[in-house]
């Protein structure tokens, strides 16, 4: 996988975790909310993908994967307390599973099916006898 794909779908996966945790507190779904709710999560995204130079294996769990789903969690929540968004500690925890799902979760499937080409075979998260 390329690397502007990867990022793209990596934000993807950032803006839903927004869009889904503004819709469930009923806090609307206009753009400038989540642009208000989304940029730290997306500022600490981009720093992790920095840091682990996700650019050279953007599809990787590890760094690639490890560093955006990190960077994404704390760096967002550190900007979210400096910018006076605040920050409980069972956001943090969904924030963290959400995320991790998301973000190394199309990584492993990346992997499961590139595995599964290189056999020459069809996809599979099941192992067979």
């Known amino acids: 996988m390329r690397w502007p794909a990867a990022a793209v779908l990596d934000v993807c996966w950032v803006l839903a975790f927004v869009a889904i945790g503004r819709a469930s507190h009923h806090d609307g779904e206009t753009i400038g909310g989540l642009a208000s709710t989304a940029w730290p999560f997306l500022a600490g995204l981009a720093v992790g993908l920095l840091v682990t130079r ?35 500690v069972a956001f943090i925890g969904v924030a963290l599973a959400f995320l991790g799902l998301c973000l190394l979760g199309w990584r492993a499937v990346a992997a499961v099916a590139a595995a599964a080409s290189r056999r020459g075979g069809t996809p599979s998260l099941v192992s067979r006898p």
Do not use: F
């Open 54 to 88: 996700a650019w050279r294996r953007p599809a990787a769990i590890v760094p690639a994967g490890l560093g955006a789903w990190l960077g994404t969690v704390a760096i967002g929540m550190l900007l979210r307390v400096v910018a006076g968004q605040g920050t409980a």
